[in-house]
């Protein structure tokens, strides 16, 4: 089995990126790895009246770096020394093969299987498939 130096972990507030998230926190506590976490802000699945007020984006861009943050957080409070965040706006897919994977150049991707269908700008898991069949480095689809 390969040993992960540099973990990428792909989050939204999900239960499979919770999932996710709590397998690459463990796996890069066991094996001292880095942990990048990253979130995706979806401006295309704002209406078209939350995409013309500037304070309705910049609340949910907060919005998605809280998210980040608080994983962050957690990942420190178990114990994590090198912990760091990538916050961006696209397609999540596309914006993590394109733009976070050539970034932070990770051995391992790890993202949750669905994301959650309700939670109308952060759907990141339904883009899985996609991801583990484009991404440069190991996949691994946590459900």
Do not use: W
């Not at 090198?82 to 733009?99: F, M």
């Amino acid at each position: 089995m390969n040993k992960f130096n540099c973990i990428l972990v792909a989050v939204d507030d999900s239960k499979d990126s919770k999932k996710a998230f709590d397998y690459a926190v463990t796996y890069a506590l066991e094996h001292e790895a880095k942990l990048t976490i990253t979130t995706i802000f979806e401006i295309n699945r704002l209406n078209v009246y939350e995409y013309l007020t500037k304070e309705t984006i910049a609340a949910h861009k907060e919005q998605t770096i809280a998210i980040a943050e608080d994983y962050r957080k957690k990942a420190i409070e178990k114990g994590l020394k090198e912990v760091t965040i990538v916050v961006d706006e696209g397609s999540p897919s596309q914006t993590i093969l394109s733009t976070v994977i050539p970034a932070v150049k990770p051995d391992l991707l790890v993202c949750g299987s669905k994301g959650d269908a309700n939670h109308t700008p952060l759907v990141l898991g339904s883009q899985a498939a996609l991801m583990a069949k484009e991404a440069h480095c190991s996949v691994l689809i946590v459900r």
